[in-house]
């Protein structure tokens, strides 16, 4: 079994905002820098290997919780959302209507316009998973994050989620040999 512990990164203007940043290579905001640096990362996690997300948002969140040299990990990178990347979820849904209602019904395969699925999000990180040996806390994405969060625990990504997860806190899960995630505990501070 090895520990993952998965937080996600600061704020930025546009999560601030509501707006969709997906691949979007968005800098942390001035609040943000001021939230990551005040946050403690539980004991757990203090001899855990840092890994991140190539994005600036996760790279510099690291540096700021003392990982400034945390190896950078593609396939931690958030869902393409594609031509969504920049709008709002609330216009998406009243522009778009019963097929945007239709397309979240999809759970797993929910697609974005011209993005990824869940599907596919868990399939490139499953690979990463699976290599794991070692303790580590890795600084990624909301898409991410709800992904591995489904695998382990069953939730189709229809309707509400088994657990509300804070965004300002650390999931931590545990791995099996092939990499299948588990809940240990989740919204640690």
Do not use: Y
Not at 21 to 42: E, K, N, W
Not at 65 to 84: F, H, K, M, V, Y
Not at 119 to 138: F, G, H, I, K
Not at 156 to 161: A, E, I, N, S, V
């Amino acid at each position: 079994m090895v520990l993952l512990a998965m937080l996600r990164h600061g704020d930025t203007a546009w999560s601030a905002e509501g707006r969709i940043q997906g691949r979007t290579d968005v800098p942390l905001s001035d609040a943000g820098r001021v939230a990551v640096q005040s946050f403690r990362l539980p004991k757990i996690c203090a001899e855990m290997h840092a890994v991140t997300s190539p994005l600036a948002r996760c790279v510099e969140t690291a540096a700021l919780l003392g990982a400034p040299r945390a190896q950078r990990e593609p396939r931690l990178i958030e869902t393409s959302w594609g031509a969504w990347e920049g709008k709002r979820l609330s216009d998406l849904r009243q522009e778009l209507g019963a097929a945007m209602e239709e397309n979240e019904a999809r759970g797993w395969d929910f697609r974005p316009a011209g993005g990824e699925s869940p599907r596919e999000v868990l399939a490139r990180v499953q690979s990463w998973l699976a290599e794991l040996s070692d303790p580590t806390l890795a600084i990624s994405h909301r898409g991410v994050i709800r992904a591995i969060f489904a695998a382990a625990t069953g939730w189709d990504l229809r309707g509400k989620p088994p657990a509300k997860l804070d965004w300002s806190a650390v999931q931590l899960f545990r791995l099996s040999a092939d990499g299948t995630p588990a809940i240990e505990r989740l919204n640690l501070r």
